[in-house]
């Protein structure tokens, strides 16, 4: 907004309510609003006139001028819009709005401001004078608490490169890459609540040599699965959210081959594991989120890979092991 801007439309407003405010013989009700959004959101001046549209009492100015000020708050998230009300200093004051279109969730504060101030708005004057020259006001219809925006369920897709590490493959770390795919669907509450998730998974460690004994020549390992995981359970508090407990299934191969050994073999073997993990994601800003994934494997499937003259046990899959994981992504 620009400094004319910010500078003339508090007096517009000021001069406008106190115009209707006298026609109307009310006493005018100056409110300050302090207002932040993203900018895809609705600019200020269409929050001052959502608030002086619903009340012809309100004069908005400056908030010097007032001790009632409003602090209004938008943020994106990654599957729609909170908005913050809050009165004042005082913390306890704060309400909560969310939707998917921050449009909504704009008229929402707005409205909430609005029966702040002035509960009884709408409420109709009889301007037929009394005997003592004063006026009555019509009955007024029962006052109503301000609207809640539904929580209804919002779905998203996710796309990400994933990088991933593993201790269950081989005797040391396995470093790979991937893509991965989820689908979620959260009421969005800050709290721990039922939030179904489902991803799937094509990930790769690329070729790792190992050496056998001394002067026994060298093993090389390399390893493809897909994963299909599913979560329970998530905790909002933006811009971050936890997920878990979740559960995944790998399936896929892992490929030994001996080097430098006078018969060198070559063995492909069914790679099957469970996981249980957690999620935690980061949303930045806009489309974009960073999640990292931690958690225990346990493969169902115990190889052991042993490599003829001389016969060398070089490894045999551990009964459990450690996975993490770090997406880079976009919803969509």
Known sequence: ?????????????????????????????????????????????????????????????????????????????????????????????????????????????????????????????NHKAAEDGSQRRVTAPAQTSPPTVPKRPLSQWRLSATGVGRTDLWRSLAMGAGLSLWWARSHTEQKWQWSPAVGVMVAHAPRTELPLQADAGRARFDWTAGALSACAAAFNRPPFMLRGPCLGLNVGAIRGQGLDLAQPRDATRLWLSVEATVQMSVHPGGPFFIRVVGGAAMPLLRHQFVFRSPDVLLYQTPGLGAVAMVDVGVIF
């Open 1 to 125: 907004m620009t400094f004319a801007a910010r500078v003339w439309l508090p007096l517009l407003g000021v001069l406008l309510a106190n115009n209707v405010a006298r026609a109307t013989g009310q006493t005018p009700i100056a409110i300050a609003i302090d207002y932040q959004a993203p900018p895809e959101c609705p600019p200020n001046a269409v929050v001052a006139q959502e608030v002086l549209r619903r009340s012809p009492r309100i004069v908005i100015t400056e908030a010097s001028q007032t001790e009632n000020v409003f602090f209004v708050t938008v943020k994106h998230l990654d599957d729609g819009y909170m908005g913050n009300l809050r009165a004042g200093p005082a913390e306890d004051s704060v309400r909560h709005v969310r939707d998917g279109a921050c449009e909504a969730v704009v008229s929402a504060l707005a409205l909430m401001v609005v029966l702040a101030v002035d509960p009884r708005t709408g409420e109709g004057v």
